[in-house]
């Protein structure tokens, strides 16, 4: 599995558009990333997941460039409610081969949103 | 509201007992994992389960063993505790790429 690598911490104000860059450099064909949010004493929780170019939903949008090698995520006008820990994760869907639930996570980028 | 339920939510055990963690997990996932979290870290996988049977384990010592029962329901148990074992304990029930997680619990040994 491709290991990934993300800066520890992030400092924004709210209502700013906050980028989190990960890198992934031996990322293989058939490994998506994914992005997960976790908050204090609570289980992570999905935001979006992409293969290459741009994914948006509803709260956020994810940047891949064409070698893939890196990918950004983009969370836009940032409230408090977003400070948490955000990680980024590689592998391949189940599908592909990969395991299913077998997660890697890093120690993730801890945003924090201040007034 | 992610539809997978742990209990209990905090538990205090003393180092050389033995706990069992549940797991409830969101209907028609047939997969569950088990994730060790310690404090400033990310979750470290332990174990997968699939249809009642192990597919797919992390690099955690024997002593911690899980099941998954019909209803894809599930227990972690770990055995001889350390106190090194105190973490937060995910699991996860998973649909294609995306995994649900549960609240987690919180274990605490002294």
């Known amino acids: 599995l491709a290991k990934t690598t993300q800066p520890i911490s992030m400092d924004s104000y709210e209502g700013q558009e906050v980028n989190i860059t990960c890198s992934h450099n031996n990322i293989a064909t058939n490994d998506y990333i994914t992005w997960y949010q976790q908050f204090p004493s609570q289980g992570p929780r999905f935001i979006i997941q992409g293969y290459k170019t741009k994914v948006t939903n509803e709260v956020a949008s994810l940047f891949i460039p064409a070698d893939r090698k890196s990918s950004t995520l983009s969370l836009p006008r940032v409230s408090l409610s977003d400070t948490a820990v955000y990680y980024c994760l590689v592998g391949a869907p189940a599908y592909y081969g990969g395991s299913q639930g077998n997660l890697i996570f890093g120690k993730g980028t801890k945003l924090s949103v201040k007034p | ?110």
């Open chain 2, 1 to 110: 509201e992610t539809g997978v339920t742990q209990s209990p939510t905090h538990l205090i055990k003393t180092r050389g007992q033995q706990v069992t963690l549940r797991c409830s997990s969101q209907s028609g996932h047939n997969t569950v994992s088990w994730y060790q979290q310690a404090l400033g870290q990310g979750p470290q996988f332990i174990f997968q389960y699939y249809r009642e049977e192990e597919n797919g384990r992390g690099n955690f010592p024997p002593r911690f063993s899980g099941l998954q029962f019909p209803n894809y329901s599930s227990e972690l148990n770990v055995n001889a505790l350390e106190l090194d074992d105190s973490a937060l304990y995910l699991c996860a029930s998973s649909l294609q790429q995306e995994a649900f997680f549960g609240q987690g619990t919180r274990l605490t040994v002294v």
